[in-house]
């Protein structure tokens, strides 16, 4: 089993900056993608970014310039660096990663969620 550990929400004024923080343990053989989602009330989860095992990331258009995600392969944890945050920033903050284990089997895992809120 894997479990994705998130830190670092909280509350930001407008134009504030927050880093998210997400770990993985457990049986880990290797991780593909690890993302960040997020999903504010009555709205869909949506992707916010993604840092693939390649390197290679993707950014929803209304963060691009102000987010950044970065991973360590060596500690199986990615975080999000979220600048300039604006009110349409809120909502709760998902982890996920796709994980391959010490059986070879491949799974996709969620973290619990930590909520960021943007108010001033």
């Known amino acids: 089993q894997v479990h994705l550990e998130e830190s670092g929400g909280g509350l930001v004024q407008p134009g504030g900056s927050l880093r998210l923080s997400c770990a993985a343990s457990?049986?880990?053989?290797?991780?593909?993608?690890m993302s960040w989602y997020r999903q504010a009330p009555g709205k869909q989860r949506e992707l916010v970014a993604a840092?693939?095992?390649?390197?290679?990331?993707t950014y929803a258009d209304s963060v691009k310039g102000r987010f950044t995600i970065s991973r360590d392969y060596a500690k199986n944890t990615v975080t999000l660096q979220m600048n300039n945050l604006n009110t349409g920033d809120t909502a709760v903050y998902y982890c996920?990663?796709?994980?391959?284990?010490?059986?070879?089997?491949?799974?996709?895992?969620w973290g619990q969620g930590t909520q960021v809120t943007v108010s001033s």
């Open positions: 996920y990663a796709i994980v391959r284990d010490g059986n070879s089997r491949t799974n996709q895992y």
């Open positions: 457990g049986s880990i053989f290797s991780i593909g993608a």
């Open positions: 840092g693939r095992s390649g390197g290679a990331t």
